[in-house]
């Protein structure tokens, strides 16, 4: 069966693999080639996919999971991969503090510009008669 995972940014990561386990806030969940089709709906968690001689983890944030005719679609807003647990989680982790930070310094900036704005409508005098 095959897994392909799209993220906002657009699709991330695809594959072929034997099944995949999915780790999420009601449990686990194992999906085996010619499961019946679903769809889950994760907060956050993560999904092991194992192959022929391979696992890989995918960590995500905000993702809705569907399989259907084998293929297994994860639809998610944050998405990391890595070869081992750990290493997915610390990508995971690792991206997730830099859109913090990027998110604080944009913060930072419209702050600056609008303090800015008013500074220079006031030194204008728009709006007196």
Excluded: C, W
Excluded at 49 to 60: D, I, P, Y
Excluded at 80 to 102: P, R, S, V, W
Excluded at 106 to 125: A, G, W
């Amino acid at each position: 069966m095959k897994f392909s995972v799209l993220t906002q940014t657009g699709k991330t990561y695809a594959d072929e693999i034997e099944y995949a386990v999915i780790h999420y806030e009601q449990g686990e969940m194992a999906i085996l080639k010619d499961h019946v089709p679903i769809i889950v709906q994760m907060e956050s968690g993560y999904l092991k996919f194992v192959g022929k001689s391979s696992e890989t983890f995918l960590f995500v944030e905000q993702a809705v999971v569907e399989f259907s005719s084998n293929l297994l679609t994860i639809l998610a807003l944050e998405a990391q991969i890595g070869n081992t647990k750990e290493k997915a989680l610390h990508a995971f982790n690792d991206m997730k503090k830099q859109k913090l930070e990027l998110t604080k310094k944009e913060n930072i900036d419209f702050s600056k510009q609008e303090r800015e704005l008013k500074e220079n409508i006031m030194k204008s005098k728009a709006g007196n008669l």
